[in-house]
Nanobody, 121 residues
Framework: QVQLVESGGGLVQPGGSLRLSCTAS????????MGWYRQATGRERELVAS???????NYADSGRGRFTISRDVAQNTVYLQMNSLKPEDTAVYYC???????????????WGKGTLVTVSS
């Protein structure tokens, strides 16, 4: 089964930056629709950013103008560059892939285990 592994989380001060990485275990897998989600303690999981198979990026209001999603298919990796971080960005960040295995199959979601981002002075 394809696995997604996130990295790059950690502790950062308000105003700082982090770059998260999501690497897939299968070559070319990140050509699928990909997304970053986050879940803070006591809150529901929410979309942060997504990128479609043809490269169109979308952002939730929470990160628009501060976050950038990108993809390197050759490295099987999707990135989330986060700048001007705020304490309210503190959450576990999850990588997601939306896959349609066959023409008559339903879409399935593949999730990583998450990486913790803590924004605090």
């Amino acid at each position: 089964q394809v696995q997604l592994v996130e990295s790059g989380g950690g502790l950062v001060q308000p105003g700082g930056s982090l770059r998260l990485s999501c690497t897939a275990s299968r070559r070319g897998f990140t050509r699928n629709d990909m997304g970053w989600y986050r879940q803070a303690t006591g809150r529901e999981r929410e979309l942060v950013a997504s990128i479609t198979g043809d490269g169109a990026a979308n952002y939730a209001d929470s990160g628009r103008g501060r976050f950038t999603i990108s993809r390197d298919v050759a490295q099987n990796t999707v990135y989330l560059q986060m700048n001007s971080l705020k304490p309210e960005d503190t959450a576990v960040y999850y990588c997601n892939a939306r896959v349609k295995p066959c023409i008559e199959c339903n879409v399935i979601d593949v999730w990583g285990k998450g990486t913790l981002v803590t924004v605090s002075s």
